[in-house]
């Protein structure tokens, strides 16, 4: 122990001698230099006294499957407009919900669905412990007083974000107009209209003679109604040359007055936890069920059927065995003693046998490169996809998913050109979620994905973001606007903080 002591004390004593003089020991007792002060923040060439923002729900601040006063807090451009009022920018108002239930009631009473007769605009998602759950779930209590009949706010407003608005429907008359509902008229749009209902989207931000701008997802609800819906004809791509032509009038009106802007382009959707969080295989199945299916369910007749159809095909028509071996392989239904067995799926483009046996639907199972949509999940285990096929609402194919990275390609490449011949910054939203999807993205201390619940991007509805995930965007645009314009937002420290965001709601914020 002696020897130790010692052996401690000259270590001290090399360690002192080492110092060449007093000065050297000093430095060694110095706190470290404080960080380099920030610069002084400044709008560059840009005026943000009056913002405006168009777009729809992820500029309405749509979380969590609703609508509510927290998310609009929490909304990209209100975020955006916090920070621009350090640099001139005026205040910014939205139309604000009654509530933080989330959902919408006409004349009193929820809006039903004639023909599903279920609740057209819900309450909001909450954490249940395993998964997303209905706010009436575990809050019962919880119900919508937002009336857009009733009770809406007065503006004017400086956020014309709209839910479920497509390109088209932000430049059309009578968009807001209660009277035109359901038919023609959103009601996010009829809360926001007041005195002049036939007033469009773009007529309504116009009327502010805004200095500065934001445009956002013109073009999502594009294609996220067709692939939501499993691209099943019930909501159709919207044409490029619609597309143009809204996008082109809306830059227009937007910039007539001189105002600058920022526009973001889209995202590949069918990376969003709504299309990538249920497997093609998440069937388990024991022996005799498996035994079943294969044998005296009506599976056994069809994988027959196919065969007999095959056979004449190949008999009657140029389909070589070949072609004819490889699309029976494709088509055939099989189960296993196994815990992935894989759903069966309708799938339109396969060949039509209906003319040879009507029994013969364009059945196959699903592969790794299938899309099931989060709707199917709470349908399984009831048996959709197993004992019943599961029908092209909750499947994207491959040719489904190519048709929508077809359409937001080409709505990119016109966004691009929109904002390169009006002097307009953009934001390239399309690599910000791509990379989000594959490796991740940092913001501040936190690494964000686009998995469902725990990546802390996106929200419970598994397509639009959280609270985080709208800051995130918010730097984005001012990251856009700082190359574009010169400010210093990012440069000054004026961006938002990944900590005064959080990633989920309580159920008992009201």
């Given amino acids: 122990m002696k020897n130790i002591k010692y052996l401690w004390l000259l270590a001290i004593a090399l360690g002192l001698t080492a110092c060449n003089d007093e000065s050297d020991f000093e430095d060694m007792l110095e706190t470290p230099e404080p960080a380099p002060a920030l610069e002084v923040a400044t709008a560059g060439s840009a005026d943000f006294s009056t913002f405006v923002s168009v777009g729809a729900s992820f ?4 979380t969590d499957n609703a609508l509510f006063i927290a998310s609009q807090e929490n909304s990209f451009p209100n975020i955006m407009a916090k920070e621009f009022a350090k640099v001139g920018g005026g205040t910014f108002s939205q139309p604000l919900m009654n509530d933080n239930y989330g959902g919408l009631i006409l004349g009193g009473s929820p809006v039903i669905n004639p023909v ?5 605009f819900t309450e909001r998602l909450v954490f249940g412990g395993a998964g997303p759950v209905p706010l009436q779930s575990v809050n019962p209590s919880a119900m919508s007083t937002t009336d857009f009949a009733l009770n809406n706010p007065t503006g004017p407003f400086n956020n014309f974000g709209v839910p479920g608005a497509k390109s088209f429907h932000m430049i059309a008359p009578g ?7 359901p038919a023609a008229a959103n009601p996010y749009a009829i809360r926001m209209t007041g005195s002049t209902p036939n007033a469009s989207m773009l007529e309504l931000a116009v009327a502010q003679n ?6 956002s997802e013109v073009g999502g609800n594009d294609v996220l109604g067709y692939a939501t819906s499993g691209g099943d004809g019930s909501n159709p791509i919207t044409p490029t040359a619609t597309f143009d032509f809204a996008l082109n009038t809306l830059v227009t009106g937007l910039t007539a007055n001189g105002a ?5 382009n889209l995202p590949d959707i069918t990376s969003l936890s709504f299309f990538t969080t249920v497997a093609h295989n998440p069937v388990p199945l024991d022996a005799a069920t498996a035994n079943f299916l294969n044998t005296a369910s009506p599976y056994a007749a069809y994988n027959a059927g196919i065969v007999q159809a095959y056979a004449f095909l190949v008999a009657n028509t140029p389909l070589t065995q070949e072609m004819a071996d490889a699309e029976i392989a494709q088509r055939t239904i099989v189960f296993a003693e196994a815990e992935d067995n894989a759903l069966v799926i309708i799938d339109e483009d396969l060949r039509d046998l209906t003319a040879l046996n009507p029994a013969l639907v364009n059945l196959r199972q699903a592969t790794s490169t299938d899309l099931i949509t989060l709707t199917a999940a709470s349908q399984i285990p009831t048996g959709l996809g197993v004992s019943s096929p599961m029908g092209d609402s909750f499947v994207l194919t491959p040719q489904e998913q190519q048709e929508i990275a077809d359409a937001t390609a080409a709505y990119n490449a016109s966004i691009s050109a929109a904002a390169t011949s009006n002097g307009l910054a953009l934001v390239d939203l399309n690599s910000i979620l791509a990379q989000a999807a594959t490796m991740g993205i940092q913001f501040d201390n936190y690494n964000l994905s686009t998995n469902l619940v725990t990546g802390g991007l996106i929200s419970l509805d598994g397509v639009h973001l959280n609270a985080r995930g709208y800051a995130l965007m918010a730097n984005a645009f001012l990251d856009a606007i700082d190359t574009t314009y010169g400010s210093n937002f990012r440069a000054s420290g004026n961006v938002a903080k990944a900590d005064d965001y959080g990633v989920t709601y309580s159920p008992s914020l009201q």
Avoid: C, E, P, V
Wanted: charged share 5%.
């Fill in 59 to 62: 500029t309405a601040g749509y």
């Fill in 260 to 264: 600058k802007g920022a526009i973001g």
């Fill in 210 to 215: 805004a200095t500065f701008f934001t445009l």
């Fill in 116 to 120: 599903t007769n279920q609740r057209l």
């Fill in 175 to 181: 968009y807001g107009n209660l009277s035109n509902f």
